[in-house]
């Protein structure tokens, strides 16, 4: 099988996609994103201009300036400006300079125009700066491909908009049985999540997996227990599970290992926007990380099976399912 993955886009150079270009997966969003960020924090006090982020990205001007926008939520200059008065505020707090030297030093063409965006930014002055407690709101965001590792690992940061309000998801929760069955499955090395294993053997897996005809269920994504990990094989992985009887081929690179009956309790979040993908799986981690299955006679039990994710799609909702173990009458 072929790895779409390593289809290439025709041209590295930056006019708009043309036909037979493959279109930038999430992952490929995300690093470009990361090395306009980089960019940008390499040059906070020199000129910057579209033409050089798009050379950072590697993609034409309009697609890298609507990919910045959609990961980051704001434009590459709106995003250089108030990174460069965060890094102004540092410099003034930290030091007894002249705002007007600060101001040239951050690329600003004024002291006025400094101090009107700086006012704008921190509800002060520069002037005053010294006066007032800080810390000031600084803003410097995380890099673009850090943001989904920190949010796996529950380190859930509220974006602008839902901070002060109150949201309320309904969130579908059952118990499974599995039998048991196989798992083909491609490993990657050392990837704990999805953006990292696509970093390792590619975006396409996922629409490979689609054609094993002897998948019992779709394709899914996958952390696996060291129990039955292969030695020196990645924890996040993408593969489908087939029969307990199954002898069929096995694709170059790929494992097949035994799973074991099972219950998976399942999680089924609310049907959503697709371009809100991301918030959607992020919403339906914040309620896993919560639940407790005690309140239903079970406990977690990572080492019996896979935890798995299904393709997030609008119209079902994020799904994502962890094994549990009935608790004894006597637990």
Known sequence: MRNRS??????????????????????????????MQEL??????????????????????YHS?????????????EYLRMRRLSAAALELNAKERRVVDVAFDFVFDSHEGFTRAFARQFSVPPSRLREVAWPAHLFHPGLATEVYRDRQK?????????????????????ILERPRRKLLFLPGRSATHYFAYCEEVGCG????LK????????????????????EGTSTYVQGVEVAADYAGPVPAGYRVIELAPCRMLVFQGEPFDEKDFEQAITSLWEVMNKYDPQAIGYEWADEDAPRFQLAPMGYRGYIEGRPVRQLSATA
């Open 6 to 35: 390593q289809v290439a886009l025709t041209s590295h150079r930056y006019p708009d996609l043309q036909k037979g270009d493959r279109v930038p997966t999430e992952w490929d969003k995300r690093k470009a994103v990361r090395r």
């Open 40 to 61: 940008i924090e390499d040059h906070l006090g020199e000129p910057v201009t579209l033409v050089d982020l798009a050379r950072a990205a590697r993609y034409s001007m």
């Open 65 to 77: 300036a609507r990919m910045f926008k959609e990961i980051t939520g704001r434009t590459p200059f």
């Open 154 to 174: 529950g380190n859930m940061v509220m974006s602008e908009t839902a901070k002060g309000t109150q949201q309320t998801q309904v969130v579908f929760v059952q």
């Open 205 to 208: 897996v996922w629409e490979d």
């Open 211 to 230: 054609d094993i005809r002897e998948a019992i269920h779709e394709p899914m994504g996958m952390w696996l227990p060291e129990s039955i990990r292969p």
